[in-house]
């Protein structure tokens, strides 16, 4: 059942084609149907190595010879930009950690840049707070969605 309301919530997202949409939409129809039903249900485990084994597909054929000429291309500005990201998100973790005592997988998880689709199959398989680590994604994803069109409309 869980899966199918999953499907549901994943079409009524494909429709609404807002970024992240298919996977957000996906989660609230199965929050809902959670906390209508008191249903809770885990995944089994061959399905978290089945996600894990996906995701890894789904970055591994973006990976390309033009994708890897452009790397060589762009090092320095993507050192750069991947070492502020790494430092940013080690200076939250460690906020989180001691300032508020989230563990510090999930704290990491939460901070780290990067698609909440592959963070959550991560923190699945760390036995990391999935709420805190989809909650902190959500608020970024929504945040950057909303705020792109408004700051580039400030700037030109």
């Given amino acids: 059942m869980i899966l199918g309301m999953a499907s ?18 996906a989660m609230l129809a199965v929050a809902i149907w959670n906390l209508l039903t008191g249903n809770v249900n885990k995944l089994p485990r ?3 190595f089945l996600l894990q084994v996906l995701t890894g597909t789904l970055v591994g054929v973006q990976l390309t010879p033009e994708k890897l000429a452009g790397l060589c291309d762009n090092i320095v500005p993507l050192f750069i930009i991947v070492g502020l990201l790494f ?7 460690m906020l989180l950690y001691r300032k ?7 704290a990491w998880l939460a ?12 923190g699945a398989s760390m ?13 970024r994803i929504f945040s950057v969605a909303s705020l ?3 700051f580039f409309s400030l700037i030109k």
Avoid: Y
């Fill in 87 to 93: 430092l940013f998100s080690l200076l939250c973790m």
């Fill in 148 to 150: 792109t069109p408004i």
């Fill in 100 to 106: 508020f005592h989230w563990d510090l997988s999930t």
């Fill in 8 to 25: 549901l919530g994943g079409l009524a997202g494909a429709w609404a084609a807002f970024p992240g949409s298919v996977m957000v939409c």
């Fill in 111 to 122: 901070s780290a840049p990067g698609r909440m689709q592959d963070i959550l199959i991560m």
């Fill in 127 to 139: 036995n990391a707070d999935l709420e805190k680590i989809m909650l902190t994604h959500i608020l």
């Fill in 46 to 48: 061959w399905m978290n």
